[in-house]
């Protein structure tokens, strides 16, 4: 799972330009307000990432809710839903 985290880490910096730390990036860290503070284009910008990374969708707002709580969730869902 740590390696999900690491590389989301490395999107977030790198397609998002966050400046984050190694290790800055925890399971309960959040995506919007006292969080990241995402805003919805970067949103958009991380699913597109995830999708081309591992190959998984959020093609729902209904879903997006429940996987974009934290790191931690999103990790989970990828680590559920990549394909082999």
């Known amino acids: ?11 977030m910096t790198d397609t998002l330009d966050l400046e984050i730390a190694p290790g800055e990036l925890t ?3 959040t995506f919007f ?9 970067d949103l958009l910008e991380l699913v597109v990432a995830i999708e ?6 959020v ?6 809710e429940k996987v974009f709580v934290s ?3 999103l990790a ?3 680590a559920e839903h990549r394909p082999g």
Request: no cysteine.
């Open 1 to 11: 799972m740590s390696d999900i985290i690491a590389a989301l880490s490395e999107i």
């Open 27 to 29: 399971r309960e860290t």
């Open 33 to 41: 307000h006292d969080g990241l503070g995402l805003d919805s284009i």
């Open 52 to 57: 081309e990374r591992w190959n998984v969708r």
């Open 59 to 64: 093609d729902n707002k209904e879903l997006g």
């Open 71 to 73: 790191v931690g969730t």
């Open 76 to 78: 989970d869902y990828i």
